[in-house]
Each structure stands twice: as structure tokens, then as C-alpha cells.
């Protein structure tokens, strides 16, 4: 069946950092979403990415959509305090099916 | 700028009880959808819905869960006899279409089942 992990599930890092989150799932995806999620808020939408081998940046984030569609990562340069929280991948297959990630808890040590 | 509203914010209900969650999407969103999140876990997806009807729906969306959009803006999330398991977070969600697929989160309601 369709799945998506999601490693690793916590990472400290000092401030100014840098960190990776990584996603794979057992079938081709039709697409991945990156999510970040603060300490008792709601997931905010941070990307998607649907193209092989496709690379976006946002500031100091880079998010990669594997060759095959069936993995993905999330890395940012140089953390910041205000990068704190769960960072979730949801991936998407054609029949529309959506599985998010376990998530991977980002904590900055000042 | 437009967000996604949900109510009430926190739910406490009596196991067996009806519950009923409420949202209002963003207003020129054309999908809809329902996410829970137990405590520390992850993110799970109920079900999708759009023109009216449910488009996909998960393996946690059994007899016990229906979603309707009774007038031009709410879009809820009846559980009809609770368990004690159903205590979780419950996110709605909408977006424009499923092309664009950015979703929009509202802030949540915690179910909480005694």
C-alpha cells in the first residue's frame, strides 16, 4: 500500500545550522507538499512540487522532488530561532489519495 | 487576508454522543477537506469534497463520519456516535482547485471524548 515515511523525527541543531528533512514513499507520487506546522498551531503550506528532479528555494529553504517522484527533502540553511516546529510531507498519488508524513520536530539550541 | 475559519475551538463530548464540527472555508475555494491530528502524531486525511459531493475519503472515514455543506459557506464534520480514540485535533482545510492545490488550514478543534 501507498506509505510515506518521513525521517528524521527530531532534530536539534545549534542556531545558524543547517538541517535536511527527508521523505520517501513505497509508489511514484503525483506530487509532494511540504507543510510546517508550529508548536499548537495549524500546518501552513509551504510548497508543492509535481516535476522529476525538481528543485524550489524559498529564502533559506530548498525543497527537492527526487527523480523517480518517490522521494523528497527539505533543507535549511543557517536555522533561526523562528524556524522552530514540525515540518510535515504529504504525498499525493493520482487516485487523489493524500498521506502526510510523521513530521520531523526541529528545536534550535540559542 | 482571507483565512479559514473553524468552530468551536475546543469540543468536550461524552462517548456516544453526536458531535458536529464546523468550518467556513475561504469564500472562492472550490475544495474542501478534513484532517485530524492526534496528539504528537501526525497529520491524518479524512476526506475530500467538492461540487457537492465527497471526491476521496480515507480508510478513518467510516459510517460513523459524514461531511456537508449545508449553505453557501459552512462545510461540517459530523461524527455520530463518539469514541474515545476520536479525541484529536480536526483540521478543515480548503483550496482554489486541486490544480493549484495550495491548502489553506483553519486553526482546529479539539475534540476532546470522555
Known amino acids: 500500500g501507498q506509505q510515506v515515511m518521513q525521517i528524521p523525527q527530531y532534530q536539534h541543531v545549534q542556531e545558524g545550522e543547517d538541517f535536511t528533512t527527508y521523505c520517501n514513499s513505497s509508489t511514484t507520487l503525483s506530487n509532494i507538499q511540504w507543510y510546517k506546522q508550529r508548536p499548537g498551531g495549524h500546518p501552513v503550506f509551504l510548497i508543492q512540487l509535481v516535476k522529476s528532479g525538481e528543485v524550489k528555494k524559498q529564502k533559506r529553504l530548498t525543497f527537492q522532488f527526487g527523480e523517480a517522484k518517490k522521494n523528497s527533502s527539505l533543507h535549511i540553511t543557517a536555522t533561526q530561532t523562528t524556524d522552530v516546529g514540525t515540518y510535515f510531507c504529504?504525498?499525493?498519488?493520482?487516485?487523489?489519495?493524500?498521506?502526510f508524513g510523521k513530521g520531523t520536530r526541529l528545536h534550535i539550541l540559542p | 487576508e482571507p483565512e479559514v475559519t473553524q468552530t468551536p475551538s475546543h469540543q468536550v463530548t461524552q462517548m456516544g454522543q453526536e458531535v458536529i464540527l464546523r468550518c467556513v472555508p475561504i469564500s472562492n475555494h472550490l475544495y474542501f477537506y478534513w484532517y485530524r491530528q492526534i496528539l504528537g502524531q501526525k497529520v491524518e486525511f479524512l476526506v475530500s469534497?467538492?461540487?457537492?459531493?465527497?471526491?476521496?475519503k480515507s480508510e478513518i472515514f467510516d459510517d460513523q463520519f459524514s461531511v456537508e455543506r449545508p449553505d453557501g459557506s459552512n462545510f461540517t464534520l459530523k461524527i455520530r456516535s463518539t469514541k474515545l480514540e476520536d479525541s484529536a485535533m480536526y483540521f478543515c482545510?480548503?483550496?482554489?482547485?486541486?490544480?493549484?492545490?495550495?491548502?489553506?488550514f483553519g486553526p482546529g478543534t479539539r475534540l476532546t471524548v470522555l
Open positions: 504529504a504525498g499525493r498519488w493520482r487516485d487523489d489519495k493524500i498521506i
Open positions: 469534497f467538492y461540487n457537492n459531493e465527497i471526491s476521496e
Open positions: 482545510a480548503s483550496s482554489v482547485s486541486q490544480i493549484t492545490d495550495t491548502q489553506y
